[in-house]
């Protein structure tokens, strides 16, 4: 099977953009379109893929947590990160949380090639933030990806019971869980973890401190 570049954003008009300036950089490679997360793993699961492009905000994605797992599942793949959030913070997460490149969907098709261009050659792509890694998104990245799924059913208001029937597991394992996430997040309340878990998201502000 031929390499492949994988463009994952739910807006065609963009997508056809995307796939313009990785035609320039990757001349000859097979290039996929994917509307949704679950599209593109499903291309990812099929190997041979030499970049993915993605937009945080999707259907059946919404923030840093897609960037994450797909990070977990494929370590060796360098993800670009398309946005059309520009605030500084959220390039720095995706930069600390493992891409290979933060675009602004706002940018000419001009600098997504050069930014492409770089990360082709192996060099990172982000604009200058200024930002300082963040200890608390590093606590996140070090959960398990059973103990971010719970965090992310926590986060929809589910109570054990539910987590737990949910994710076809114990009323136990769930606590056991919660518990063991909790402490890798240094937070002492499900309200705290929520709040501190709110760095994910790229379209809302979040608390300078969730253990404040």
Same mark, same amino acid.
């Given at each position: 099977?031929?390499?492949?570049?994988?463009?994952?954003? &739910?807006?065609?008009?963009?997508?056809?953009?995307?796939?313009?300036?990785?035609?320039?950089?990757?001349?000859?490679?097979?290039?996929?379109?994917?509307?949704?997360?679950?599209?593109?793993?499903?291309?990812?699961?099929?190997?041979?893929?030499? *970049?993915?492009?993605?937009?945080l905000?999707?259907?059946?994605?919404?923030?840093?947590?897609?960037?994450?797992d797909?990070?977990?599942?494929?370590? *060796?793949?360098?993800?670009?990160?398309?946005?059309?959030?520009e605030?500084?913070?959220v390039? *720095?997460?995706?930069?600390?949380?493992?891409?290979?490149?933060?675009?602004?969907?706002?940018?000419?098709?001009?600098?997504?090639?050069?930014?492409?261009?770089?990360?082709?050659?192996?060099?990172?792509?982000?604009? &200058?933030?200024?930002?300082?890694?963040? &200890?608390?998104?590093?606590?996140?990245?070090?959960?398990?990806?059973? %103990?971010?799924?719970?965090?992310?059913?926590?986060?929809?208001?589910?109570?054990?019971?539910?987590?737990?029937?949910?994710?076809?597991?114990?009323?136990?394992?769930?606590?056991?869980?919660?518990?063991?996430?909790?402490?890798?997040?240094?937070?002492?309340?499900?309200?705290?973890?929520?709040?501190?878990?709110?760095?994910?998201?790229?379209? %809302?502000?979040?608390?300078?401190?969730?253990?404040?």
């Amino acid at each position: 099977m031929a390499s492949r570049i994988v463009i994952a954003d &739910d807006h065609p008009l963009f997508r056809s953009a995307l796939a313009h300036a990785v035609g320039k950089v990757w001349e000859g490679f097979a290039i996929i379109e994917a509307s949704s997360a679950a599209e593109a793993r499903a291309v990812l699961a099929e190997g041979a893929v030499e *970049a993915l492009l993605l937009d945080l905000h999707m259907a059946d994605s919404s923030g840093l947590s897609v960037l994450m797992d797909l990070r977990q599942d494929h370590p *060796a793949l360098p993800i670009v990160i398309v946005s059309a959030s520009e605030e500084p913070r959220v390039a *720095a997460a995706a930069a600390q949380l493992g891409a290979a490149g933060f675009i602004p969907k706002s940018a000419s098709l001009e600098a997504i090639r050069e930014g492409l261009a770089a990360v082709k050659r192996g060099d990172g792509w982000f604009p &200058d933030t200024g930002a300082e890694a963040d &200890d608390d998104l590093a606590r996140i990245a070090s959960l398990t990806p059973a %103990q971010r799924r719970i965090l992310g059913a926590i986060r929809q208001g589910l109570l054990n019971k539910q987590i737990a029937y949910e994710l076809a597991i114990s009323e136990a394992t769930v606590k056991a869980h919660i518990t063991a996430l909790m402490r890798k997040l240094g937070v002492a309340s499900r309200t705290q973890a929520v709040l501190l878990a709110a760095k994910l998201d790229v379209d %809302q502000p979040v608390a300078d401190s969730a253990r404040a």
